[in-house]
Each structure stands twice: as C-alpha cells, then as structure tokens.
C-alpha cells in the first residue's frame, strides 16, 4: 500500500508496509495519528532550545542571534566577539613619550560596540610619570580587528627605580566578550646621576690622623643608590701610611647629596718625601655615571721644617753684602722652594738696602744662603732695621724661625773733634775756657742749624764749626760732655754724637778715644789716652779692684749696660791723684725681633 499509494497517511508522516496492511506515524516535529499530522511549534514547547533567537519551521526551527553575535556550530549557541588588550603587560622607556595599547577583537564586527580604556595609578605617579586616559572606542561592523589608544609617557630628570600604572579594558555591550581586561604598564627610567670625588688631590700632613674624603651626587633620587669606595696604594703603603678601607656608601632619596668618608693617617716618624694613595669609587648602578671616579691622597711628611738660622743679625753699614742663610732639617729627594722677602721698618728700601724677594730651592742641601745688599748712605744715623719673612707653598715642611730683623748699624761720624787731645790738661794745668772746634760732616739735608751743649749747661750756636766755652769751674773734676743737636726743618731736634767726653779742670785728663760704644758683644777694648808723663795706670771696672792696666782696657764677660772705668795714674806728675773716670757702652740694640706666628701652607 505504501508504494502503490493506496495508503491514506500523512503527507507528513512515514508509511510503514506491513503484511497485509500499513502504518502511518508522523515525521519528527509533528505529532497526530499519522493519517494527520500537525506541525509542532518547539519554539514555544520548548525552554533553551536556542540561546537568543528561535524560528519555527514546519516539523522543525532554526536558532538565530541578534545583532553583532555569531550562530555558533552547535547551531544553538550565539557567540558574541571576544576582545581583549593585545599584552598583559607592556615595558615603556621614559623618554619613549607614549605608551600604545592596542585592543585585539577575535574576529570582524557585524555590529557596532562600545570599549572604555582606562588607566589605574600604581607606583608611577599620574600627571607625574603619565597621563590620565579614560576613552571610548566606538567600533562599527568593519574588517578591521584591531584599534589602539597612546597613554602620553612623561620624562623627569629623576633617577628612581621603574614604575608600574595599569590599563582597563571594559565594555556594556553584551556582544563584547572581554577576554584580557588588564594589563600592566612599566616605565623604565633613563635618567643618570653623576657622582665624583669633590677634589681631584686631597693633602693631609701625617700627623693630622686622618683626611676626609668626599663624593658628590648631582641629580635627583628617588631611589638609593650604592657605591662602593676602595683605597689602592702608591708610594703610600697601607697599613704603614694609612688604614685600607673598602666600604659602600648608601645615597638615599634627595637632590645634590654629598657624603664623605675618614681614612685614617698614620704617623711613623721618619723624615720623607710625600707619598701618595689612590681612592676609587665603582658601582653596579648603570644610571651612575662617574665624573671623577679617582682621587689622590698626598700625605705630606711632618718632620721636615725650614727656618731662618738667626732670629737678629747686625750688620756694618759698610758691609756691602748681608749674609742670611736659611737651613732646612733634613735632605730630600725633591726640591722643595721657600720664599724670602724683605719688609720696611725704620730703615728703607732702595736708601739703605736692596729690596728682595727671592725663591731659595733646596736640592739635596740643607743650607742655603742670600745676599742682601746694604747701601752705605755716608750720613749719621741711628741704628735701622728691616725684617726678613719666610713663606712656604710646600705643604712637606713646616716653618720655624719664619722672621728676622736685620740691623743695619751706622759707620758714619756725623761730629769729630779737631782740637780735642790739645784742650786736655796733659800737664795738669787749671784752664778757666777753652775753645772747641768740631768738623761737621755727611750730614742730613734738612738740618737748620748746629747747636752745641756741655754739661754744666752751656750752649751755643756751632753751625760754624767752632765754639768757645768760657768762666768754666776750676774744680771741675769730671769730664765734660760735648753734645751737638741739630734742629731740623720740621722743628725736632736729633742728637748728632753719641758721647764726647772732655777731661776735667785740674785733673790728669784722659779721654776716651773710641767714644764708649762697643756693639753686639760681651767683651770690650777702651782705648783711652792722656793722664799726664806718667807710664803706670790702675784701672777699676765698675765696683771691681784696681789692677794694673794700660790703654787700651780689656775686659771680658762684660753685659748690656752702662759701664764706667777708674784709671788712676801711679806718677807723681799730678797735681792731684783723684782716678779719672771713664763711661762707656755695651750696645746691643734695642730693636727686638718681632713675635711673629710661622704660618705654614695647608692644602
């Protein structure tokens, strides 16, 4: 029946032959008897049967999706586009200028969507290391699959350690299935640090203990930084000289810090040239950039010093040249120089010496000396002085006896009697006056006038040369002493002699010849002459006994001072036999050397 057609089923329904008749049972998605049969609906029978959309069709339905999702291969499932951030994690130089993040969709978009990009501080700083984005991505059905967004990167001039910010990827459309929604973003740094030594050569004198050394870092940090600073020997030998050291030193966060370190310095006693030690720095750090990264360290011997050998010299203005030696405690093997110059006092440059200021260099000596010249100016004076300094740059020997004072002693009589032996009373005659006559000589330019004085008082005018004394005493036992002033143009008046002295009135007269001055020394010659035809003399010193004597008067051990000398003639000539007595002068000056502080070079 079924294939003759005589059976009455459904057109949408299976016949079935059977013996002797047949069956009708309805095809899938329908439902009846077979001989009717009714299209199921399994859209509305049916809960699930598609993800978004069911169509019916008879005796069967087909699933759809709506906008923008895709019918997947089970041919019930709607799949949605998948998208995500290109990279989960993305590394930045600051100096790139911008970070690109990049959004990656699975496949061409049939429908419009809408992305959010946003970015999350982390331990870069936003405005500071980046720039805030939060942006949408409004995307239209295309081929493209990929869109990207710039996260503006900022540079500093800051060395710090590398900072992280994140990226957000977000969407409200329910077609936009977000697969990588987070990624992070790193910014390495690109900025150096510069770090050096703060002095090229650091001095220290062996017996300050220790020298200070110190590094400098210029630019900002906002992480730490670590050097490590090792000394390396030269000359100097560790641990004869100085304490190794190899330690780190930790920069922390700021700007322009400087940090510094103690090496210690051994003292050993012994004289020696300068010896030297090395200090170097080094680091692991690449954003350290080393300006100077060694530096010497010169320890100076502090045994070797150099002086003037006298603290006084005395010189005849007559001398030509001055001698002043410098002496230098120990022989180097380098030449070391010090400096001598001259400095006014009452003597003046260029009148009365030669100015100097030389460079004594010692090579393998120990001594060495200058020559000043001394100018004989031939016009009485008084004693001058001028000063000596010595100075050093040579940070390898201290100073001693760094000032001298050089005195320049006057050789020219301004005043000399003529006539002075003949007025003596060689023969004891008693004499009422007497005349003096004196030669003037050499003398200064604004003198106005000559006046001359004895003791008792009287004076006069003797420009001329000559005076006479009158209505002296006839008793007069003691000299007389002959002063001659001189008045100047600018109304002081000077004493032009030291000391004349004139044998008294009825005595047996003596005169002292080398007018009573003996210079710079403990022993003293004073000749005398006169006392009459006698040939023996007894001669006191001060409060000493009377010995023998004859001129001239010798005598040793004799200190500064007034002194005055007894000579008494043995001979009856005289008329009477009072001893005469004679003063004279242990000079040595009164011009002390100054109390000067030696200052020596510190480097």
Not at 508 to 531: F, K, M, P, R, T
């Given at each position: 029946e079924c294939v003759l057609g005589t059976a009455n089923c459904s057109v949408n329904a299976a016949c079935t032959n059977t013996e002797g008749s047949f069956l009708c049972s309805c095809r899938q998605g329908y439902s009846g008897d077979g001989i009717s049969c009714t299209d199921i609906d399994?859209?509305?029978?049916?809960?699930?049967?598609?993800?978004?959309?069911?169509?019916?069709?008879?005796?069967?339905?087909?699933?759809?999706?709506?906008?923008?999702?895709?019918?997947?291969?089970?041919?019930?499932?709607?799949?949605?586009?998948?998208?995500?951030?290109?990279?989960?994690?993305?590394?930045?130089?600051?100096?790139?200028?911008?970070?690109?993040?990049?959004?990656?969709?699975?496949?061409?978009l049939t429908g419009n969507v809408t992305l959010v990009i946003t970015s999350e501080a982390g331990t870069a700083t936003a405005s500071a290391d980046y720039l805030i984005i939060s942006e949408e991505l409004r995307l239209s059905p295309g081929p493209s699959t990929l869109f990207c967004v710039d996260v503006p990167i900022l540079e500093d001039d800051v060395v710090e350690n590398t900072e992280y910010f994140s990226v957000l990827l977000n969407?409200?459309?329910?077609?936009?299935?977000?697969?990588?929604?987070?990624?992070?973003?790193?910014?390495?740094?690109?900025?150096?640090?510069?770090?050096?030594?703060?002095?090229?050569?650091?001095?220290?004198?062996?017996?300050?203990?220790?020298?200070?050394?110190?590094v400098s870092m210029f630019g900002a940090l906002e992480r730490n930084v670590t050097l490590q600073l090792r000394t390396e020997d030269g000359r100097a030998k560790a641990p004869d000289d100085y304490i190794n050291i190899n330690e780190g030193l930790i920069f922390s966060s700021g700007s322009n810090v400087t940090m510094c370190v103690q090496i210690t310095v051994l003292f050993d006693g012994i004289a020696e040239d300068t010896e030297l030690f090395t200090v170097v720095l080094s680091t692991n750090d690449s954003s350290v950039i080393f300006t100077r990264g060694t530096t010497l360290v010169a320890i100076f011997n502090s045994d070797v010093s150099v002086g003037i050998l006298q603290e006084l010299y005395l010189f005849e203005e007559d001398v030509g040249k001055a001698e002043v030696c410098v002496q230098?405690?120990?022989?180097?093997?380098?030449?070391?120089?010090?400096?001598?110059?001259?400095?006014?006092?009452?003597?003046?440059?260029?009148?009365?010496?030669?100015?100097?200021?030389?460079?004594?260099?010692?090579?393998?000596?120990?001594?060495?000396?200058?020559?000043?010249?001394?100018?004989?100016?031939?016009?009485?004076?008084?004693?001058?002085?001028?000063?000596?300094?010595?100075?050093?740059?040579?940070?390898?020997?201290?100073?001693?006896n760094c000032s001298a004072t050089i005195i320049i002693v006057d050789n020219d009589a301004a005043v000399r009697l003529v006539n002075g032996a003949p007025l003596l009373s060689r023969t004891c005659e008693c004499e009422h006056s007497f005349s003096v006559t004196i030669l003037l000589e050499r003398l200064r330019d604004d003198i106005r006038s000559i006046n001359c004085r004895l003791t008792s008082n009287i004076r006069g005018d003797c420009s001329d040369g000559s005076i006479t004394f009158r209505n002296l005493p006839a008793s007069r036992r003691e000299p007389y002493i002959l002063e001659v002033h001189a008045m100047l143009s600018d109304g002081r008046c000077i004493l032009l002699t030291r000391e004349i002295r004139l044998g008294g009135n009825g005595d047996c007269g003596v005169i002292l010849i080398n007018d009573g001055l003996v210079v710079n020394g403990d022993s003293v010659e004073v000749e005398w002459q006169g006392a009459g035809p006698t040939s023996?003399?007894?001669?006191?010193?001060?409060?000493?006994?009377?010995?023998?004597?004859?001129?001239?008067?010798?005598?040793?051990?004799?200190?500064?001072?007034?002194?005055r000398l007894k000579i008494s003639p043995r001979g009856r000539n005289c008329k009477r036999r009072i001893p005469r007595k004679l003063y004279f002068t242990i000079f040595q000056s009164n011009i002390t050397a100054p109390q000067t502080e030696c200052i020596s070079f510190v480097p």
């Amino acid at each position: 029946e079924c294939v003759l057609g005589t059976a009455n089923c459904s057109v949408n329904a299976a016949c079935t032959n059977t013996e002797g008749s047949f069956l009708c049972s309805c095809r899938q998605g329908y439902s009846g008897d077979g001989i009717s049969c009714t299209d199921i609906d399994e859209c509305s029978t049916e809960t699930d049967i598609c993800s978004q959309v069911c169509i019916n069709t008879p005796g069967s339905f087909i699933c759809g999706c709506m906008e923008g999702f895709l019918l997947d291969t089970d041919g019930k499932s709607c799949r949605g586009v998948e998208i995500g951030l290109q990279e989960t994690s993305y590394t930045i130089a600051e100096s790139a200028g911008r970070a690109e993040i990049c959004v990656q969709l699975s496949r061409n978009l049939t429908g419009n969507v809408t992305l959010v990009i946003t970015s999350e501080a982390g331990t870069a700083t936003a405005s500071a290391d980046y720039l805030i984005i939060s942006e949408e991505l409004r995307l239209s059905p295309g081929p493209s699959t990929l869109f990207c967004v710039d996260v503006p990167i900022l540079e500093d001039d800051v060395v710090e350690n590398t900072e992280y910010f994140s990226v957000l990827l977000n969407s409200s459309d329910s077609v936009a299935n977000i697969t990588t929604g987070f990624a992070t973003v790193a910014i390495t740094d690109n900025d150096n640090i510069e770090a050096t030594f703060t002095e090229a050569l650091y001095s220290v004198r062996e017996t300050s203990g220790s020298v200070t050394v110190c590094v400098s870092m210029f630019g900002a940090l906002e992480r730490n930084v670590t050097l490590q600073l090792r000394t390396e020997d030269g000359r100097a030998k560790a641990p004869d000289d100085y304490i190794n050291i190899n330690e780190g030193l930790i920069f922390s966060s700021g700007s322009n810090v400087t940090m510094c370190v103690q090496i210690t310095v051994l003292f050993d006693g012994i004289a020696e040239d300068t010896e030297l030690f090395t200090v170097v720095l080094s680091t692991n750090d690449s954003s350290v950039i080393f300006t100077r990264g060694t530096t010497l360290v010169a320890i100076f011997n502090s045994d070797v010093s150099v002086g003037i050998l006298q603290e006084l010299y005395l010189f005849e203005e007559d001398v030509g040249k001055a001698e002043v030696c410098v002496q230098l405690s120990e022989v180097l093997n380098d030449s070391v120089n010090v400096m001598l110059k001259s400095r006014e006092g009452t003597a003046k440059s260029g009148e009365d010496y030669t100015d100097i200021n030389e460079v004594i260099t010692f090579t393998q000596t120990t001594v060495m000396c200058v020559y000043i010249s001394i100018v004989d100016d031939h016009l009485a004076e008084l004693a001058e002085s001028f000063s000596l300094d010595l100075s050093t740059t040579s940070p390898i020997i201290t100073l001693r006896n760094c000032s001298a004072t050089i005195i320049i002693v006057d050789n020219d009589a301004a005043v000399r009697l003529v006539n002075g032996a003949p007025l003596l009373s060689r023969t004891c005659e008693c004499e009422h006056s007497f005349s003096v006559t004196i030669l003037l000589e050499r003398l200064r330019d604004d003198i106005r006038s000559i006046n001359c004085r004895l003791t008792s008082n009287i004076r006069g005018d003797c420009s001329d040369g000559s005076i006479t004394f009158r209505n002296l005493p006839a008793s007069r036992r003691e000299p007389y002493i002959l002063e001659v002033h001189a008045m100047l143009s600018d109304g002081r008046c000077i004493l032009l002699t030291r000391e004349i002295r004139l044998g008294g009135n009825g005595d047996c007269g003596v005169i002292l010849i080398n007018d009573g001055l003996v210079v710079n020394g403990d022993s003293v010659e004073v000749e005398w002459q006169g006392a009459g035809p006698t040939s023996s003399f007894d001669c006191r010193l001060d409060s000493n006994e009377f010995v023998p004597c004859e001129s001239p008067f010798k005598a040793a051990g004799i200190i500064n001072g007034d002194h005055r000398l007894k000579i008494s003639p043995r001979g009856r000539n005289c008329k009477r036999r009072i001893p005469r007595k004679l003063y004279f002068t242990i000079f040595q000056s009164n011009i002390t050397a100054p109390q000067t502080e030696c200052i020596s070079f510190v480097p």
